[in-house]
Every structure is written in C-alpha cells, then in structure tokens.
C-alpha cells in the first residue's frame, strides 16, 4: 500500500521523525489493535491511534453510553446517551480518520471468545474496569503470546503497564489472582476524576506506537503509578516471578477463567476496610 | 529499624513483613509486596523476615477505567 498526497500531509508530523519516516507509518497502517473497553481509558487509546493511522482498531464492550460516562469516556457525546459505546466510538474514529478499519464487538470478553479474538490482532489494550477482565486479558495475551499494555484507573491515581508474555513480568507475576469479593468498592461509589483516564490512555497509546515501530524501550518490568494529586509518578521495578502461576516454569494455569466479581481498586482506606 | 516503604524512609519497629502490614492497617489480600525486588508470597508474609534496610513496595489492585 502507498499512501497519496492527503495521507502523507496527514502523517507528515510522523513521518518528519526519523524513527518513523514512510516505512514506519505504513508499519502503522498495517498495524491491529484490540482495544478492551471503549470507556475512560479505551476511549483516548483508540483517538489517538486512529489519528496516529493503525490500521486496524477492534474495540470490544457491550455497554450503551450514560450520561455518567460523559465526563471522561471522550469519544462519547452528549447525543450518544442510550447508544452502543462501540458504535458512538467507531463514528468518532472514522469521523477523524476514515482510513481506519474498525472492527466492532458489541459483546462482553469471556473465556469463550478471549483466545480467538485475540488473536486475530497484534497489541491488547486492557481498557476495562474490573478486576475479573483484567486477568483474562493478561492469560488471553500470554497463551496467544501478544503483547498487552495494561491500564487502570481510580480516583486520583492510574497505572501503566506493559507486557511481552515470555519475555517480561505478567500481571500475575505481581497479582496472583483476583482480589476478594466483596472487599471492593464499585467503581460509581469510588470516583474517578476524569482527566486521569487521559493521562493514563495516552500512555497506553504511546506504548502501542512504540511496540508497533519498535522504538525506545517498553514499559516492562515497571509498574508506572501516577497520583494526580502531586502529579507524581512512581516506578516500580518489577520482575518475572518464578512461582507465577501463569507464565512460571511450572504453570498450573492453563485454562482461561472467567471470575465471577465486579471491582475497581483496593485501598488502605477507611471505606475499603469498613466495607471489607 | 529503618525501611523504605513505597520510597519513603521510615522507622517501625517489626520483625516480618505482616507486622508492617498490621502496622499500616493493610488487609493483606488487598496487596502485592515486593521486599527488595522479589514478591512475597500471601503466605509467607508472617515468616519472611525484616531487617534494617529492607526496600519494601506495596502495590494495591487499581482498576476502573470504564
């Protein structure tokens, strides 16, 4: 594929850097990403890689768009309220770049359909908001051996992460498995300010782009903390966890999951420990 | 002894890594902890030792997103 005059004006600001020149861009136009989650955090991913050309961009979520959402979901507008989250996201996305192809997944990720979609693309993108999901994803991308950048979010703080199976610590290096029911408040009693889910989206898309054209170093083997109330970020040196029972040398983990739990975050907070 | 927790030095007087846990009020299922780079294991958390030094981190379950 070349690109004409229009696309080359679109990606001239891209192509100017000699890490990504021509070729790279057309890495990114050949490029799938699967975006888990068109809410706080799927939403600034998928903008900024639509406007950065991927070629290919799946979102999966079977949520319809509420007014509660508004105030952060980013490529929901106002006139969505009622409407199919992928579906408001695919017409923002086309609406910025038409040369995208989005592919639309109006269905909840389960261990059932996990490994195949999957699969079929070259980065995850975790956009989800409960805990269940997030150690779906990570197993998913480690049995199909893609590489996952990992998002979370609540209240004032986010986190970033990025996992290459085979080759970098896994969530479940760190986490070993779900938190408990029952000890963790939903995300509508906890809060999120809004512009975090940017902040923290913006670093899932970076991560992306740099996977795709292979710049830099990831962000493996690191957990990135921020807290927007300092505006700091924390990095935590992370490593593979030899008794990890997902991608250790001796695996018991073999099988997807699918945890029956909603969650958000876990806190020392007084609410946590009441609740708990 | 001193420690660094999360980065910060501090001084508490304890012998495993469940007593600082005790000591902070943290539940220890709502935790990861890395001494000096290795994860604890939940389990072992009440038999691994502390010594003066020690770099610990805590990582709480963060999600959201929606």
Redesign the interface.
Known sequence: MSFTEDQITRYSRHILLPEIGGKGQKKLSQAKVFIV?A????CPVAYYLAAAGIGTIGLIDS?VVDFS?LQR?ILHHTPDVGRSKVLSAKEKILALNPDVQVNMHEERLTSRNARDLVRQYDIII??????PA?FLINDACFMENKPLVH????RF???AFTIIPNQSACYR????NP??AG??PT?QE?G?IGVV?GIIGTIQATEAIKLILNIGTPLTNR?L?FDARTTAF?E????R?P?CALCGPNPSLTELIDYEQE??????SAT??TN? | MQLTI??KPETLEVSTVLDVLKT????P????V?LN?Q?V??EQLGTTSIKDGDRL?F????????
């Open positions: 989650g809410g706080g955090l799927g949520d959402n979901q975790d956009g989800v908001d409960n805990f997030k998002g979370g979010i609540l703080e986010g986190r290096c760190i986490f070993k938190p408990p000890v963790v995300c906890a999120i889910a957990i903390d924390r935590i040196r992370v490593k966890n008794s969650a958000c975050q876990l806190q020392p946590t420990l708990g | 999360n980065g902070k009020d943290i539940d299922q709502l935790v990861a890395e780079t994860m294991e939940q981190e990582l709480f379950f963060m999600g959201g997103g929606v």
